[in-house]
């Protein structure tokens, strides 16, 4: 070996040592914080552990794959999963740290940090990969995920990886200092031109224009059904338990008149409809998520007995469930036991009961809940006594007893009601804390609804969908024991079918499509189906994006009307004598009106013009992209030295459209104040040929660009012209509420 292959080897080697000791460093700086957490129990689990739990969930450190070679997914069992370890591992805890103190839900912590784990897996877990790694090496993990994801899934984890780089590894000088960068279209782009594949393909899975024709179709044989019930006759369809079905039939009033998310429905307050008497308006209560503030949303009116009535009956059909919560919130276990009373004993039972040891008052017999498999009025099922049962460790005593004066003695199986209230009391104790999504245990769990922007203390006698645990399970007869609010998954599996034997809604009442399909129904299509219904109304767009409660801008992912739907809208503008827009073509339209051109040849001048509108978050595009591509590379407020672009148009009505002019200009203004305080003067002095000047010039045309629209707006409110020399089409990354 010659001096310089030993000069590489021992630069390499104190690489390696630098390495290990700045993430030992890191571990060591994170470890009062993590101790807290521990502390706090918003984390459990120790550092060497494979796995914490979050918000009651795990989050596992294992490799990709199990020990068969299979990928690892939500299913792979426990023991299957390989646990990391090394260098590799400290840092996915590190950066996973790193998003739990930004308080973000369970979910969004994993989805951040599989970037991580994949480029991991991808470098085979060696230490040296991180100190050679290099642009290309992140480039090279999509050809790895394309085996196992769709490409919109790809994409999504190639650019968490970037950003695990970026925002991770570079600072913490862990790796060589780049600048990481996604060189990866994204796919959801296509998605959002209407004239696509990908269009159409994303609005038939999102969109389905005839969900309310088939819960109606649904409902109907439902209420068929009940009606033969009624009259003593057979129904046509499977008969459910009670509440089975009309509990979540009564709750779709509230997707279909709200848009309301699943979660936003199952955690409905009991109190959720209000009246305000200035406006003399119905109101709903509405726990938002997405890190929306909670909000009143007005009921509309051809909504209103409808909401009021389903509101009034769920309440009537949930009343004996909430009144046992609440004993239990406010008794604990005595609640339990106090539910558990037989009152066909006679003094006959109660006094051979009593000789054998036993007072009537803190035991049963299993026999007295019934036989196998049947269930008593309390909800407590003879199974569930049996051995290895749910409550087979309250089973205190096998004593051969005669209790019944003209029955044989025989032996009966005692149950204590102690034991058996402290089992239920862990049981519902485990249900707080997968909804409240806790790591407290008993009485420390705290019964609040906990948002980034708020938190809401309910507990369970407060939900307004609140049943039995059973209620909503299809394999089982009976309600269940213990009371529990609605969940989404209850909900899901009800809409469409799933991996579980349960049949869904639509399969049990026949209900199919066109095609003759068994018609499947994703709650988030209520959202979609109400987002397009409000925007073929007309409604205005800030209006949509405040009563969905989402942020503004989100209603353009949910818009579902063709091109030719989407020109028309805009062609009624134009053909308005009010507000025309000034822009190139409304000033055509006024010169075509002012020479008394037919109204025929100007609407056959729109139609040939509008065949594709375009919408972006600043304004509209009338521009067909299709025969003619933008010429200045879709780059959107960019003035471009002053080109003007005269396809560009902005609704001096829509103060969304403003917003988001402002937000563009305020963030490239701060980019440029910390480059260069005095760009305003430099603008000629910059070397075009530079890669940072030539940055620079994009931000400082891109601010004019703003600065053009802006004015465009003040002399709409003076009255004046409106021209506006700036570029044209952006579209936004779907991510849909």
Known sequence: MNSVTQLGHHRFNKQQTRLLDAVKELIEEELPTFKSMQENRTLIGGWDDFYWTYQNKNIYFTKRYDNTGELVTGKTPFEARVPMDGIWCDIAKLYTLVHIKKGKANKSVVASIAGCFWLADHFNYELDSIITLKQADIDELPSTLDKHFAKRSVFEKYKETVAFVKT?????????????????????????????????????????????????????????????????????????????????FLAIPFFMAFGLRIGEVCRLHKDCIGFDETNQRWYLRVLTEKGELASARPVPLMWQEIILESHKRILEITKPFRAL?????????????NVLHFSDRDEYF????????????????????????????????????????TYSDAVVDKVSIKLFPHKNKNTQVVISKTLLSEIAIR????????????????????????????????????????????????????HGFLPLPMRPKSFTRWLKKDTSRAKSLFQRFDVRDDDGNIVNVE????????TDAMKRSGKNEM???????????????????????????????YLSEDSIPDDVLGRRIKRMRENNVSLDEIEMALSHTLSVVHFTPWGTCNRDLDVSPCEKGMMCLRSNDGDACQHFGIDPNDEKAKASIINTKIHYENQLSVLLPNYQELSETLNKQEPLDQHVQYCID?????????????????NSGQLIDIVQVYTPEVNDE
């Open 543 to 573: 209006m949509i994006d405040l009563f969905m409660g989402r942020t503004a801008g989100q209603s353009r992912n949910y818009d579902h009307r063709t091109a030719k739907e989407r020109a028309e809208e805009i062609r009624e503008r």
């Open 325 to 337: 919560a609440k004993s239990i919130e406010q008794h604990r276990e005595q609640a339990i036991i």
């Open 702 to 718: 891109t601010i004019k660009g703003c600065e053009n629209a802006l004015k465009a707006y003040e002399r709409q409110s003076k």
């Open 350 to 389: 109660k006094s051979a009961f009593q000789q054998a040891g036993y007072e009537p008052s803190s035991y049963f017999v299993r026999s007295e809940v019934g036989k196998t498999g049947e269930i008593h009025s309390t909800g407590v099922s003879f199974n569930s006594l049996r051995e290895k049962g």
């Open 523 to 530: 709650s988030h299509q209520f959202r979609h189906w109400l």
């Open 168 to 248: 991770f590894l570079v600072p913490k000088k862990l790796c060589p200092s780049f600048a990481p960068k996604v060189k990866m279209a994204n796919p959801a782009n296509k998605q959002n031109d209407v004239t696509t594949k990908e269009y159409r393909n994303r609005r038939d899975k999102k969109f389905n224009v005839d969900i309310d024709k088939y819960i109606g179709i649904a409902k109907r044989r439902f209420e068929a059904d009940q009606t033969l019930s009624s009259e003593g006759k057979e129904p046509i369809y499977p008969k459910m338990k009670s509440g089975y079905d009309e509990l979540r």
């Open 427 to 478: 049981r519902y104790n485990d249900m707080q804390k997968q909804v409240y999504e806790s790591n407290d245990d008993g009485e420390d769990i705290t019964e609040e609804i906990v948002s980034t922007s708020y938190a809401f203390k309910m507990p369970f006698s407060d939900f307004l969908f609140i049943a039995k645990e059973d209620t909503f399970d299809d394999g089982s007869n009976s």
